[in-house]
């Protein structure tokens, strides 16, 4: 019969071609009992006519039906109607994974998610005795939320074999699949399949190996210039190594491709769990730093890296830095210390303290998108006991066995966490608290004082004890830990809110501060046994510093390590992070939320006012000394541009250019064109910029910043050049959101006592909005200036309300929960379109493994 739009084969009713191959035609269809659109695969009239062959598919395809799995296309239904053979199967707006592979390879993070998606859905269905037979990129979809999808299951299984002596093959590049040949492009087959013979589960993970390689170095592993020669190179001939072709790929990604291109099928995996289970390990603990090591020294591992793989990936309870640092990253001359597991269970851990008696650990953590409690735990031990307390972090463990913790902690802006600081026994018993608007505490090594780190006002104190302040700052402060002697406080000094950069500082009881470090992305701290030396993670490097500033490399780890405590004796304890900020939007039109993550740690800064366009920095392992990369990526899921370097605030209302601003000194704002034209900077005028926004006009610039020794306060900059204007006083800020109302007159903004007011930009007393709630953040004004949309970030699910500004009347606008919470605190930023028709989001998820090392020096 003809296939035309508006034919009815069956329930369905054809809507639009979707494409088509040897295997038949693939339209979208309306399936008219249920309402649903569904791909409509039409079997070619060759099948459809021969009665064995179309009974056989009938069965295959009614196995395959039962695969269910979110990394398989779903089949629904398989009929005949008026002798025509169909297949009915979920339809999935997206792209082949054919379209996504260009001339040069895939990211290795984005590579690492299709290939587990792949793997997994590959495993599923081998596990129920169903081999695909016909893998290759065009069947393998990314749908427009960023899941994988593998198409065409069952179907494979009716080609048949290709004779050996048969040479009349069609060319590889472009060849559609032909009905009677073993697979579309014969450039996926496996030796076993190009030679004729049976084939089992393991043939596919033989293609499955090609698309990895090609995903890899961008070019297909076996590709000759016909389709014979190209059968006789996968039989008889290696590809090129993976290594020349891509030296950032990691090793243990090579060493996969490699065993699944084995030519002998005994030697590919005996499980295709297994094979998924060491990609997935690969992505949860490899960073981007590991992968861009020198290939010389990753190579090093030799013909053993095979019997190595499982033990490197897998994160086993008991692993060596030889086999972390030595094999990775190609580091000779380290000592030979063991890493040992304390923790298995799935979310994020906060803090993790040595006891007392160095025998046991206490640590926070939020397990399973939980709250946060706290536990103990023995090395040697697979379980942890909880305290029984409320939802609370844990901040310190004195030498007297009293924990100091962090009663309903929530995070602020960044990494700050706030909460009520309050003493509980170890032993057991009710926490007592002690002080409001803690971030950080100490003991001191006698257990009778806590050094503190709190908020006061517009600034971050640190105090030792509390109610002595020994430094204050309008960034922020991380990591204070007491010397030994007590006689100095090590910390991390933030200089800008939001952002992780700091250097590693100590200051002595009587205010005088040092520097020891340049500013890095340092990430935790802790003071050597002797107090002569400061340990602390930089990056994916663990190092010391001395007191004089001298630095000293101990050993580089594979993913994000963070060192969380010393003991006495000297051992480590490290929590093993696999981290990531995603970025999830919805434009208007679009029926349900896209993924539009693009590496490791995709931060949202500026949308489009028809929410077609969303600004982000890449925050992660790829950050360089001249700041984040600055990408503008359409909302359909289409690749990003990259802008420049630098770190961004706002995409201005005509899209036309970013505002940015310099790295690593924030101390000048720069336009950054969206399209061809020259950066723009707009001058130094002596100020270090904290955060900026767009006016609705387009002409000025709101900022909150400060000039040197002085708080941060609101300041209006026009585009056009000029001296930055104050428009509030010092302690007034506005963060990452939207606060310029419409009409471009009013702010609002955090005041000193950190209550949301509408401030003027003309001058004009501030005035309180009622109904804000305590940590509720405004996001953006009603396009009739009456009401603010707000929400609490640390919330979750985060539920956004909007509030009236005169009355304080809220309305519920939406609820947004991640599908998957665990390893999440929260959700934000989060953007929205002026007529309230398309919004971004974004969420960290940290997940964590607590590790106790000894025997690094």
Not at 51 to 74: D, K
Not at 251 to 271: G, Q, T
Request: include cysteine; glycine fraction near 10%; proline fraction near 8%.
């Amino acid at each position: 019969m003809t296939i035309a739009a508006g034919t009815r084969l069956g329930p369905y009713e054809i809507l639009s071609p979707l494409g088509a191959g040897g295997m038949g035609e693939v339209w979208k269809a309306r399936d008219t009992r249920l309402g649903r659109e569904v791909a409509l695969k039409v079997l070619p009239a060759a099948i459809s006519g021969d009665a064995e062959r179309r009974q056989r598919f009938e069965q295959e395809a009614r196995a395959a039906s039962a695969l269910n799995h979110p990394n398989i296309i779903t089949v629904y239904d398989v009929g005949t109607a008026d002798s025509t053979t169909y297949l009915a199967m979920e339809h999935v707006e997206g792209r082949t994974l054919r379209e996504l592979i260009a001339a040069e390879p895939l990211p290795i993070r984005k590579l690492l998610d299709v290939g587990v998606g792949v793997a997994e859905g590959l495993a599923k269905a081998h596990s129920a005795g169903i081999v695909h037979r016909d893998l290759k990129p065009e069947n393998v979809m990314i749908s427009q939320d960023g899941f994988v999808k593998i198409l065409d299951f069952g179907l494979a299984k009716l080609t048949e074999s290709i004779p050996e002596q048969d040479s009349a093959l069609p060319t590889v590049a472009g060849s559609p699949t032909a009905p009677g040949t073993v697979m579309g492009t014969v450039g996926y087959m496996s030796p076993e399949q190009a030679s004729g013979r049976s084939v089992d589960f393991r043939s596919d993970q033989f293609s499955f190996g090609s698309i990895l390689y090609e995903m890899a170095t961008g070019k297909r592993a076996f590709q000759k210039a016909t389709a014979v020669e190209t059968l006789s190179a996968i039989i008889r001939e290696e590809p090129e190594p993976v290594e020349r072709a891509n030296p950032r790929a990691p090793a243990p990604l090579r060493w996969i491709v490699e065993r699944c291109l084995a030519k002998d099928p005994e030697e590919r995996y005996a499980s295709t769990r297994d094979l998924a289970r060491d990609l997935r390990s690969i992505r949860d603990h490899l960073s981007e730093a590991s992968i861009s090591a020198p290939v010389e020294a990753q190579v090093r591992a030799g013909r053993r890296r095979r019997g190595l793989l499982t033990g490197l990936v897998a994160g086993a309870a008991l692993v060596t830095v030889g086999l972390l640092a030595g094999r990775l990253l190609g580091r000779s001359g380290v000592p030979n210390p063991t890493f040992q597991r304390l923790t298995f269970r799935r979310g994020m851990i906060l803090n993790a303290r040595f006891t007392h008696d160095g025998q046991s650990i206490a640590y926070g953590a939020a397990w399973e998108g939980n709250p946060s409690e706290i536990f103990t735990a023995r090395p040697g031990s697979p379980e942890s006991r909880s305290l029984g307390l409320p939802p609370s972090s844990l901040l310190a463990v004195s030498s007297a066995g009293e924990l100091a913790i962090l009663e309903n902690p929530r995070y602020v802006i960044g990494w700050e966490m706030r909460g009520t600081l309050a003493r509980v026994p170890l032993a057991g018993g009710a926490p007592r608290q002690v002080l409001e608007d803690v971030q950080d505490a100490d003991w001191s090594p006698d257990g009778k004082e806590l050094a503190v780190v709190r908020e006061f006002g517009d600034r971050r104190r640190l105090e030792y004890p509390i109610g002595k302040v020994l430094y204050e700052t309008g960034g922020w402060i991380s990591n204070a830990r007491v010397s030994p002697d007590g006689r100095r406080i090590a910390f991390i000094d933030h200089p800008s809110r939001g952002d992780s950069l700091g250097t590693v500082s100590v200051v002595e009881l009587d205010g005088r501060k040092k520097n020891l470090t340049d500013l890095t992305p340092t990430i935790s701290l802790a003071w050597s046994p002797q107090g002569n030396e400061i340990w602390s993670n930089w990056g994916n490097v663990l190092r010391t510093v001395t007191l004089s500033g001298r630095e000293r490399r101990i050993a580089n780890f594979p993913g994000a390590w963070a060192l969380m405590d010393v003991s006495r004796d000297g051992r480590m304890l490290f929590d093993r992070r696999a981290q990531r900020r995603e970025i999830v939007g919805v434009a208007a039109g679009m029926a349900r939320e896209r993924n539009l993550t693009w590496l490791d740690w995709s931060f949202p800064t500026g949308l489009s006012d028809d929410g077609k366009q969303i600004l982000f920095d890449e925050q992660g392992a790829i950050a360089g000394s001249k700041g984040y990369p600055i990408y503008l990526r359409p909302s359909d899921g289409s690749p990003p541009a990259l802008l420049g370097e630098g770190a961004s605030f706002d995409l201005s209302p005509d899209g036309r250019w970013a505002l940015t601003t310099s790295f690593p000194k924030s101390d000048e704002l720069i336009l950054l064109s969206t399209g061809p034209s020259a950066p723009r900077p707009l001058g130094k005028p002596g100020l270090n910029y904290q955060w900026a926004r767009s006016f609705p006009d387009g002409r000025r610039i709101l900022a909150t910043a400060n000039e040197p020794g002085r708080g941060p306060r609101l300041f209006v900059q026009e585009v056009s050049g000029g001296k930055p204007r104050a428009i509030s006083p010092e302690g007034v800020t506005a963060f990452g959101y939207f606060p310029i109302s419409p009409d471009g007159r009013s702010i609002a903004a955090t005041g000193p006592d950190r209550r949301i007011a509408i401030y003027s930009v003309e001058p004009a007393e501030p005035r309180p909005i009622p109904g804000f709630e305590p940590d509720e953040t405004p996001i953006r004004w009603t396009p009739d200036s009456r009401a603010l949309y707000a929400w609490k970030p640390s919330e979750m699910p985060a539920r956004i309300s909007t509030i009236d500004v005169v009355t304080g009347k809220r309305a519920p606008w939406k609820e947004i929960l991640p599908p998957d919470p665990a390893g999440i605190l929260g959700v934000w930023p989060i953007l929205i379109t002026p007529d309230g028709k398309s919004y971004a989001y974004s969420y960290r998820r940290v997940l964590g493994d607590l590790f106790v090392a000894d025997g690094l020096k």
